[in-house]
DNA sequence: AGCTCTTCCTGAAAGC
DNA sequence: TGCTTTCAGGAAGAGC
């Protein structure tokens, strides 16, 4: 489940072996989770790679102007999005490839950039500068970048609960179930608490541990839950040190009291009862099932 | 407009 | 043992 720690770790690996190289071909397995593939046949084969950057879980290879079968002057960026299973590595053609690749990158150095998804959540799109320029206003601030008085204007104003608003990519971009539930257990805060019922002092504490979770995360290379790895194929170690993310009956490491599991926000949550008070007007919202 | 819920997909793990 | 069910979840799209 890469969220923004994970791909922050991805973009830093393909950093150092993308910038420069060309793409000399395109070959696709299963394209149903890509926008445009006749698009990346055509627009991506001798383009040069400019930059790797990230834009909340959107990994953006930069190309730059010239090649493409259409010799097209505008600027293109290769969109990839890892979704739940995603991965996105660099390998010498000679080694095996994985089940369920369905994107290579050929380059002009011999080697391969591979897209494997097993689950095929992810996305792959291509966008000229004005695509991303929309994109961008379309999605909230980077965690990382907001300060605390936006974050707690942002959340303050909402009326949806708060594990849903951090998990909304409109109004912040790059968190994810894990780091929501990090998070929101490190600030002592109920993840189906209101945004516009939280206190002043609860969202800057909500900012801090964001904050200090996502750096952590990062510090550690990210978490591997399900099958996490990096762009040279390494595990990330942050897994290690989560603190209530599917570790539901054992203790809470401040308190001692069991780790509860509900699902909340449509999404399967973490929290401790004694430290996360539940919001009184609203009990924890329970699963109904058709 | 804001918010919640369902749906897509596969494999691991739990249940019987 | 072997089959069935549940769970994992990012985000588009439907529905309220």
């Not at 998070?183 to 805060?189: D, T």
Request: glycine share 10%; proline share 6%.
């Amino acid at each position: 489940m890469p969220e923004l720690p994970e791909v922050e770790t991805v973009v830093r690996g393909l950093r150092r072996v993308l910038p420069g190289r060309s793409i000399t071909r395109v070959r696709l397995g299963k394209t149903d989770f890509i926008d445009d593939p006749a698009a990346l046949y055509e627009a991506l084969p001798g383009r040069r790679i400019a930059r790797v950057e990230r834009l909340g879980k959107f990994i953006q290879i930069e190309l730059e102007p010239g090649g493409g079968a259409q010799g097209c002057e505008a600027r293109v960026n290769l969109m990839v999005h890892l979704g739940m299973t995603g991965r996105l590595a660099v390998r010498s053609p000679d080694e095996p490839v994985a089940p369920h690749t369905h994107g290579f990158f050929h380059l002009d150095d011999g080697q391969e950039l591979r897209y494997t998804d097993i689950r095929r959540f992810g996305r792959i799109l291509l966008l000229d500068d004005d695509g991303i320029t929309s994109l961008q206003a379309r999605l909230g601030q980077d965690p990382l970048e907001i300060t605390a008085q936006e974050f707690c204007r942002q959340l303050g104003r909402r009326r949806a609960g708060v594990k849903a608003l951090l998990l909304n990519q409109t109004v912040l971009r790059g968190v994810g179930n894990i780091y929501a539930d990090e998070s929101l257990w490190r600030a002592r805060i109920h993840p189906a608490r209101l945004g516009a019922r939280l206190k002043v002092a609860e969202l800057r504490r909500l900012w801090q541990s964001l904050q200090r979770v996502l750096r952590a995360a990062i510090g550690s290379r990210g978490s591997s839950i399900s099958n996490f790895l990096d762009a040279e194929g390494k595990p990330g170690g942050y897994q290690r040190w989560h603190r209530v993310y599917r570790r539901t009956g054992k203790p809470c490491p401040r308190c001692g009291a069991a780790i509860r599991r509900a699902t909340i926000a449509g999404r399967s949550s973490h929290y401790c009862l004694r430290c996360q008070p539940p919001p009184r007007s609203r009990p924890v919202a329970k699963r109904r099932r058709a």
